[in-house]
């Protein structure tokens, strides 16, 4: 069991309206504050999906770069961009991510229904992602929404090998109304199904599975991601004002079960991740 754990936050998101949740981070500014709040209170990656001038989800190439740039500047958070966006974006301009040259990007192992949406992940282009990622040393972090996706994962190393850094770090994401439930037993069901590549793993649950996964995934020997793109409430009728009070109480979490959170530079090293800072 790794002796530190590593904190992921996922402070935006592409569904939540700034209007419904205005302390949501959605301008540049407000995403490096709390970047910076977050590693302080115990985050070692932050998962980033980026707003426009209107707050709607965008994957605009000059405000992903700018983005990447700032956060890399401000903290030493490994930074990932998801390629997820948003239910809207087509494939193409997913792929496009890449051309702000992360650490590391999400890479969601299938198609999943989302709600009344779909979140269209194809193989082929799963595949292509993955390569992309291979060549440009962006590490990917594998996204798993389903059992279906860990059998999807054994396909793309099977096929193509392991990332860039030689790590395979995968994350469970439960709860997702047409994913897997957010549940201790379909937990426990992915984290048995994983190919032995897999080197760690963590897990979030979404909306009320939020605080039980992450104790099922501490107790289990995993990492954590928490967030507002994950879960917006602290409590029954208490919303959450700022991400760090989502890392912050899971880093105690943490620190009770004897595992602490992870610093930035050991959360680099369990990733693998290229170091692309300019110090
Ligand atoms: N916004 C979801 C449709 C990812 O970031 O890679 C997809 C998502 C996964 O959030
Ligand atoms: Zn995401």
Not at 86 to 91: N, W
Not at 122 to 131: E, G, T
Not at 137 to 158: N, Q, T, Y
Not at 202 to 219: C, E, Q, V, Y
Request: overall charge negative; aromatic content about 4%; some cysteine.
């Amino acid at each position: 069991m790794a002796a530190s754990t590593l904190i992921t936050v996922a402070p935006t998101g592409a569904e939540t309206a700034k209007s419904d949740f205005p302390q949501l981070p959605t301008t540049l500014e407000e995403l490096v504050e709390t970047a910076v709040a977050c590693q302080e209170a115990g985050a070692g990656l932050i998962h980033v999906h980026i707003r426009d001038a209107e707050h709607e989800p965008t994957l605009d190439a000059t405000r992903l770069r700018d983005t990447v740039q700032a956060l890399r500047e401000q903290t030493d958070l490994v930074v990932q961009l998801s390629t997820g966006g948003s239910v809207h974006d087509p494939l193409e301009s997913r792929l496009q991510v890449l051309d702000a040259e992360p650490d590391s990007c999400s890479l969601t192992c299938g198609t999943t229904n989302f709600g009344d949406n779909v979140f269209l992940n194809p193989y082929p282009f799963m595949s292509q992602l993955y390569r992309q990622a291979q060549e440009r040393e962006v590490v990917p972090e594998f996204e798993l929404f389903d059992l279906g996706h860990v059998h999807a994962l054994r396909r793309l190393i099977d096929e193509h090998g392991l990332p860039h850094g030689g790590k395979v770090h995968v994350d469970f994401v439960t709860n997702v109304p047409g994913g897997m439930p957010g549940t201790i037993e379909a937990l426990v069901a992915g984290i048995q199904a994983l190919p032995d590549e897999v080197t760690s793993w963590s897990a979030t649950g979404i909306g009320r599975a939020h605080l039980p996964i992450a104790a099922a995934a501490l107790a289990a020997g995993g990492h954590l991601r928490v967030g507002m793109e994950d879960n917006l409430m602290l409590a029954r009728g208490q919303q959450v004002q700022h991400n760090s009070e989502l890392v912050s109480r899971v880093a105690d979490l943490a620190t009770l079960m004897q595992r602490p959170p992870m610093s930035t530079e050991d959360a680099r090293a369990l990733l693998g991740v290229k170091e692309r800072r300019q110090r």
